[in-house]
């Protein structure tokens, strides 16, 4: 069975930094891409960052800059980074695995975690 589980959420001040973890178990996804994706309330589900197999990278424009996708393989985790954050980047931000190459479309990821709340205060 595969599970997806994020941590390193909570609540920071403006400027602050935070780094998600999100541990992927069930199967090797060595060969896929891995993503961020957030949902601030009221709001629909976006992309933040992809990152695939052999580490080429994407971001979101709103991000980009600021935060920092990477991998471990060999731990079959992945981390965002997240500095200088800002009250809207206030989400539960969830990680995801997709087959297609670097997809920002949510209908394009196969495994999705159940999320962490992140909280910038002013």
């Known amino acids: 069975q595969v599970q997806l589980v994020e941590s390193g959420g909570g609540l920071v001040q403006a400027g602050g930094s935070l780094r998600l973890s999100c541990a992927a178990s069930?199967?090797?996804?060595?060969?896929?891409?891995m993503a961020w994706f957030r949902q601030a309330p009221g709001k629909e589900r976006e992309f933040v960052a992809a990152?695939?197999?052999?580490?080429?990278?994407a971001y979101a424009d709103s991000v980009k800059g600021r935060f920092t996708i990477s991998r471990d393989n060999a731990e079959n985790t992945v981390y965002l980074q997240m500095n200088n954050l800002k009250p809207e980047d206030t989400a539960v931000y969830s990680c995801?695995?997709?087959?297609?190459?670097?997809?920002?479309?949510?209908?394009?990821?196969?495994?999705w975690g159940q999320g962490t709340q992140v909280t910038v205060s002013t």
């Open positions: 995801a695995v997709s087959r297609q190459f670097m997809v920002r479309a949510t209908s394009g990821y196969d495994y």
């Open positions: 069930g199967r090797t996804f060595s060969r896929y891409s």
């Open positions: 990152v695939n197999w052999n580490s080429g990278r």
